[in-house]
């Protein structure tokens, strides 16, 4: 199957869908203050610095609010959850939340990164960790 690929696709994002091809969650961070950047822009939030690199973070998250969308008739609805990143406060991924019953669904819980292949993409998802 071809891949599908956004249809603005522009120096901001690029790094961003570039990394998802690999399976890589690729996100902007300033240079001049190391602030992480999701959605990717060109100019930091914290310092205005235009000196914006790239890097990975470490997948580790917690559930910080979700909504239970229903999908289609007979099919069950999934969770997508804004689940912030380890690295900084208020730095969210929204993606499809696995591995949680609807009746189980929390803010706070821990969540790893993974991948899923969908229409061609590969798309980050965040897992139920298991709680220590």
């Not at 690999?22 to 001049?32: I, Q, T």
């Not at 470490?58 to 959850?81: D, H, M, N, R």
Request: overall charge negative; aromatic content about 8%.
């Amino acid at each position: 199957m071809t891949p599908t690929w956004p249809t603005r696709m522009d120096h901001d994002t690029a790094a961003y869908w570039e990394g998802l091809r690999e399976s890589k969650l690729v996100l902007c961070r300033c240079n001049a203050c190391e602030t992480w950047i999701h959605p990717p822009r060109a100019c930091c939030p914290s310092c205005w610095s235009d000196d914006i690199g790239h890097d990975s973070p470490s997948g580790e998250a917690t559930l910080y609010s979700y909504v239970i969308q229903p999908v289609a008739p007979k099919q069950p609805p999934v969770v997508v959850g804004w689940a912030e990143l380890a690295e900084q406060e208020e730095l969210f991924v929204v993606a499809t939340i696995e591995g949680m019953p609807l009746d189980n669904v929390r803010i706070g819980a821990k969540l790893s990164l993974e991948f899923r292949e969908e229409g061609g993409t590969n798309l980050p998802v965040f897992s139920a960790g298991d709680e220590k």
